[in-house]
Each structure stands twice: as C-alpha cells, then as structure tokens.
C-alpha cells in the first residue's frame, strides 16, 4: 500500500518556489526510524504550514525546548529531511524542509524495512486523526461556509485489487494537478485560502475469496 504525507495538506512557503523537489521516496527501514518520533514528525508539521523556522521558534510552537528542536533538527538534516535556510547562528539558524513531502510502502520483502514502514504509519495516521478530533471539537469556531465545506463521507465499492489500485492514483493525480502548486506558491493561493488536510483510507472490509 503506498502512502505518502500529502504536501498539499498544509505545505511550505519556501523562498524560491521552484527550489523544493518532489516528495521524497523513502524506502530503507533505517530513515523511516529516524523520521519515526513524534517531536521530529512534529517539526516537518510546522515547517510545512509556516516555512522557516528557528529552534527557539519550533519549540514555542510545539511546547519542546529549544535544546530538543536543535537535536532533532540536527538528526532530521542527517537523513535529509530539512536543511539550513540561511542567516543566524546557533539556535538562532532557521531551518527549512528539503522537499515538499515524502512517500513511502508499508509492504515490503523484507521484515524489517515492513516493521519500520508500519511504525511510521501508525505514528503519522494518529497524528493525523488527532487533528481531525480536534476539528470536530473545534467546528463551531469557524465561519458557516468552512462548516458546510467540510466534509465527512463513507462509500462502499466492490473493486479488484487492481481498480482499487487505480482508483487510489487517479484521486491524488486529480488533487496534485488542481491544487499541488499552491503549496509551494503562495502567489497561486486565492484570497481566503487556508491550510486543509485531506485523509483518504481505502481498505478491504472482507477477505479476498479463496481459491477453490
């Protein structure tokens, strides 16, 4: 099953909007533990909606101290994840993300390239579901049109593992070609336009006949 942390869900506002390559395969258990911790996670969260940010800054935002961020940025710019944007010393270097997101499998030959692919998912979907609750908490904060906007929706299909397969990439294709460039152009985002997260779980809810 592929998966990717979908840029566009929030996505970075970088310096030069044609800096940001696309999102980065992983595919080695050794990077997916690396990535696999929830400050770390936590910091390419911020990076993506706010763009440059210091240590001193990245804690603020996610209640860790400044001394934390600074390792975890350190080991994140180890494995290519974020890298330095420019300006200060120290804590004071604001750092940025390498590309505007990553992708990987949970499926694989080897064991422990599926464990470390398992572990990243598990902690990225609850993340993920987190903020969707905190959505749900939160709706009736926000103006009328965001709450009729939004959207909850359960449809049952019955497709070969090859239509599912197919149908997965023709959604993200639609999503990439409407909506990727905003991301990495805020000039392309119409007045208004805030950050949306969108999930999309498609899974079996049988067993695959057996063959007789």
């Given at each position: ?128 579901l987190d903020r969707y609750l905190a959505w749900q908490e939160s709706r009736r904060s926000y103006p009328k049109e965001w709450r ?65």
């Amino acid at each position: 099953m592929p998966l990717e942390d979908a840029a566009g869900a929030a996505g970075q506002p970088p310096d030069d909007p044609a800096r940001l390559p696309e999102p980065r395969r992983l595919t080695d258990a050794r990077t997916m533990r690396a990535l696999a911790h929830p400050v770390r996670i936590a910091i390419i969260e911020v990076l993506k909606v706010a763009g440059p940010m210091t240590a001193t800054e990245l804690g603020e935002e996610i209640g860790e101290s400044p001394t934390t961020c600074s390792f975890h940025l350190r080991q994140l710019a180890k494995y290519g994840f974020v890298e330095e944007a420019g300006g200060g010393k120290g804590r004071a270097r604001p750092w940025r993300l390498s590309h505007i997101g990553f992708s990987y499998s949970d499926v694989h030959d080897d064991p422990e390239t599926e464990i470390a692919a398992g572990a990243l998912s598990q902690m990225v979907r609850e993340r993920q579901l987190d903020r969707y609750l905190a959505w749900q908490e939160s709706r009736r904060s926000y103006p009328k049109e965001w709450r009729e906007a939004a959207n909850d929706a359960e449809l049952l299909f019955y497709l070969t593992a090859e239509e599912l397969e197919q149908l997965n990439a023709d959604v993200l294709t639609l999503l990439r070609s409407r909506y990727r460039e905003r991301v990495t152009d805020p000039s392309r985002r119409p007045a208004g336009a805030i950050p949306v997260e969108v999930l999309m779980f498609s899974f079996p809810v049988a067993p695959p006949p057996t063959d007789t």
